[in-house]
């Protein structure tokens, strides 16, 4: 990759070839279907190409690639989370990130920022010494560190007395992260289309065929298509698509909303996130600061954006960072999160025997789009849940085994 | 935002009230008599209706009395509010 600008920079011609082959005609079946052509799903079909030799494989997208939630959410990467099936979960995802722009030979402007999760009351202290706890016993870099600590991480941090919550201490996790969230779709798209993946847009799915257990084909608005196994990765529609397909999911639909500042110079480093005050701030390469808070509190499905939000956001933001009070906003949006009763998503295996989902996703399924690509692809390609995912089953409901990671969610909800 | 209806204060706006989840789940007489699978329903499924919605809500900041409302998940539109073990007045639906 790194001569590749080099060479384009040489060429008699640009754009010197289109970023992703021209669209083929959709074959009337296929090995594997991937409905939703987000970041998980173009994962998983690069994936099963990649590692598994399935190349009879179609991602079908109804509107375009990294149209939804991958489009939409605010692009930070951790592992910090509470349990150890999360924490081990998200640190593969951390290994398979720091290589990712080699891997996809595509700039995923993937970088290490440092993570700090403020802690405004004696409680979030307990959690946040608990997390800090499990995740370096699961070898993740997380330390619970104290206000001096914080005024050198994070200079620009208001760790005044006089504010309405003032700031006690906090979670550091040092290899917290952004990346282009873009780009991770068309990395994936590429490097799956270049392995000889279909991938369909504008392909809305509107029917699941079952025939004695199994699914047989999808009927879509460009017909139906025949497969040998499906999985679903369409994150704020997984309860009717799952419906097609005979499949009841514990998943309620609430919005989130985020928005950004105009560009300015680079003011701040790390990302900074208080559960408390329902803020999450860093700033873009670009010099945008994006922002985000609480989800909505009632469900929606749609992606509406609330002058309630925007107040609250930003009385929040300006207690943390008073200098920030000149700041315009540019952009506001929302996405519908698909929220489980656990905080935690669902993955793997469902009663029918060659169907697959890949839905929860909340507001935690950016910084996982390599890891559940790589382990979901595995599960559908030998048929079996991986160690990995097992937590993740979509009967730990009916087993009572929730995995509880609420404590550990950035947003507030 | 929402101008919701209190069956006994009138229209308010959203920011009085608390969402409370689906309506009209009841809780099984018998929980000793149900399987795991179908405890586990009671508990955790719920319908995510995309369209008309019952679901409760209650004034947290002023009557403090909670009751029902149908709206629509995707315009937002409220039907109707009604008070609790009213049977609703809107059909259709999930």
Known sequence: MPLTLLKYGLRCSYPSRPFLPDEREAKSTYDVVVIGGGGHGLAIAYYLAQDHGIRDVAV??????????????????????????????????????????????????????????????????????????????LGVESEFVGL???????????????????????????????????????????????????????????????????????????????????????????VQVGAMAGLRLPIQPYPLQACVSVPVKPVLDPIVVSGSLHVYIWQSQRGELVMGGATDPYPLHGTRATLDFKESLTMHILELFPFLAEARLMRQWAGVTDMTADFAPIMGLTPLANYFVDAGWGTWGFKATPVAGKRMAECIATGRQPDILKPFHLERFRDFRLLGEKGAASVGH | MLLIHCPWCGPRDEIEFKYGGEAHITRPTEPDALSDTEWADYLFMRTNAKGLHRERWVHSAGCRRWFNVARDTVTNEIFASYKMGEKPPVEGGS
């Open chain 1, 60 to 137: 079908i997208e109804r509107g375009y690639l990294g149209g939804g939630n991958t489009a939409r959410n605010t692009a930070i990467i951790r592992a910090n989370y509470l349990t150890p099936e999360g924490v081990a979960f998200y640190r593969e995802s951390m290994e398979l990130w720091r290589d990712l722009s080699n891997v996809l030979d595509i700039n995923l402007m993937y970088s290490e920022r440092g993570h700090l999760t403020l802690a405004h009351t004696d409680a979030a202290i307990r959690t946040m010494r608990w997390r800090a706890e499990v995740n370096k016993h």
């Open chain 1, 148 to 238: 001096d600590d914080l005024a050198t991480l994070c200079p620009e941090l208001n760790l005044s007395r006089s504010v309405r919550f003032p700031i006690l201490a906090a979670l550091y996790h040092p290899t917290g992260a952004t990346a282009r969230h873009d780009a991770v779709a068309w990395g994936y798209a590429r490097a799956a289309a270049n392995r000889g993946v279909h991938i369909l847009q504008e392909t809305e799915v509107t029917g699941i065929v079952r025939e004695g257990g199994r699914v047989i084909a999808v009927e879509t608005n460009r017909g139906r298509i025949g497969c040998g196994r499906a999985v679903q990765a369409v994150a704020g529609t997984s």
